[in-house]
T-cell receptor
């Protein structure tokens, strides 16, 4: 298995632009998680899905952030409009069962100028 | 609500020193416990996990952890660290609830002096 796949790996954009991050979970995994990691705030859970349904989005910072999972093999995290404080590494992770091991993707390093 | 505490924020050791990183969790039910490692510039990778059975769990690269249920602890140990162990280490806890989400500690940064 190729593991969790994220794209792009690096994204540099200007303030106000729309940013879309993509994630392909491990095949057969029912859970998908989006995290944000910064030096100041550490690792933060933004939202997670179970069987394509959002279960908990309490970590989404504000309405500029949205996430979708149209099918079991694809999810997006969108920021519109982007701001410099959104600069971070965004990780996607998936797991097969409740309580099971969670596998992380390589991350997308986002820089908003 | 579940929570995970890692009391050591930054640990500095010399090569060959022994390591113990503390992890305490709060949750009343059955839990699964994990240690993840994040090398500089990389993503989190599983180091070891405890689901059931022997409370002493062995992981990759010579790491081990001991689950002590009475103390709600899952400390990570390594008898002799190497420079390549420089990384950030995250303890995590999860339950079997279908609505559960793994809870991560704030991480411990480990720096090894060559």
């Amino acid at each position: 298995d190729a593991g969790v796949i994220q794209s792009p790996r690096h994204e540099v954009t200007e303030m106000g632009q729309e940013v879309t991050l993509r994630c392909k979970p491990i095949s057969g995994h029912d859970y998908l998680f989006w995290y944000r990691q910064t030096m100041m705030r550490g690792l933060e859970l933004l939202i997670y899905f179970n069987n394509n349904v959002p279960i908990d989005d309490s970590g989404m910072p504000e309405d500029r952030f949205s996430a979708k999972m149209p099918n079991a093999s694809f999810s997006t995290l969108k920021i519109q409009p982007s701001e410099p404080r959104d600069s971070a590494v965004y990780f996607c992770a998936s797991r097969g069962l409740a309580g099971g091991t969670q596998y992380f993707g390589p991350g997308t390093r986002l820089t908003v100028l | 609500a579940q929570s995970v505490s890692q009391h050591n924020h930054h640990v500095i050791l010399s090569e060959a020193a022994s390591l113990e990183l503390g992890c305490n969790y709060s949750y009343g039910g059955t839990v699964n416990l994990f240690w993840y490692v994040q090398y500089p510039g990389q993503h989190l990778q599983l180091l070891l996990k405890y689901f059931s059975g022997d409370p002493l769990v062995k992981g990759i690269k010579g790491f081990e952890a001991e689950f002590i249920k009475s103390k709600f602890s899952f400390n990570l140990r390594k008898p002799s660290v190497q420079w390549s162990d420089t990384a950030e280490y995250f303890c995590a806890v999860d339950s079997y609830s279908s609505a559960s989400k793994i809870i991560f500690g704030s991480g411990t940064r480990l720096s090894i002096r060559p």
